[in-house]
């Protein structure tokens, strides 16, 4: 073996040594944990209304079931690995999933309202920016990663833009049509009022969606 080969060598393995410090938590706050609740602390699972350019409904505007609204407003305790508030934490790496991936999110569509204050705290109020529709479980997620310390949230989304691909159109008006006509009263994604039917009430919010897309 030759001298330039043992080098080549040892350098390859001081590499592989430093490779872990190379991405090592720099931070200084650890894997961030956290505590957050809805304003609404009823037995009921509440319905956002979102359209993907922002015009749904702001979350204290949240649907009950069956009619009625109350407010499903999210507030965050952001914390580190020491339990002490993270401060001015970026809002874009703290956002809304479903878990079973129904709400379809624009860019940072989901994202909280802004960064963490002085004592860590960031709330979900403002409309989203997001189409399709879930009735699963809702996490918070942090930097890619679910908070487990918090139990999900039972929170619903329903959207105009009924297939997900982030623009209200004329296939989302069939499909809404066919939920109209054929499912009236077990179609859930179609129930933009939230009274248990499909009806002539939940139009207006159809047709004043159409062309609605991601900003």
Do not use: K
Not at 12 to 37: K, N, R, V
Not at 60 to 71: H, I, R, T, V
Not at 175 to 194: N, V
């Amino acid at each position: 073996m030759t001298r330039y080969s043992c080098i080549s060598i040892s350098v390859f393995l001081l590499c592989l040594f430093l490779l872990p410090a190379a991405y090592a938590d720099t931070t200084g706050i650890g894997m961030p944990t956290g505590e957050y609740e809805m304003a609404y602390q009823g037995p009921e699972t509440l319905t956002l209304f979102v359209v993907p350019d922002g015009s749904g409904n702001s979350f204290d505007q949240a649907s009950l079931p069956y009619g009625g609204q109350a407010d499903a407003t999210i507030t965050l305790l952001l914390m580190d690995a020491m339990n002490d508030p993270i401060a001015h934490f970026p809002f874009e790496d703290i956002w809304l999933e479903s878990r079973d991936a129904g709400l379809v999110p624009c860019r940072g569509g989901t994202t909280a309202d802004a960064n963490t204050d002085a004592a860590g705290i960031t709330t979900w109020a403002t409309p989203l920016h997001a189409g399709g529709h879930s009735q699963s479980l809702m996490d918070v997620i942090v930097n890619g990663s679910t908070l487990d310390q918090a139990a999900p949230l039972a929170l619903s989304f329903n959207s105009p833009d009924l297939n997900g691909d982030l623009i209200v159109n004329l296939t989302d008006l069939q499909i809404f049509t066919e939920d109209f006509y054929y499912f009236f009263d077990t179609s859930f994604r179609s129930d933009f009022h939230r009274d248990g039917v499909v009806n002539l009430s939940d139009l207006p919010p159809m047709a004043e969606a159409i062309g609605a897309a991601c900003p």
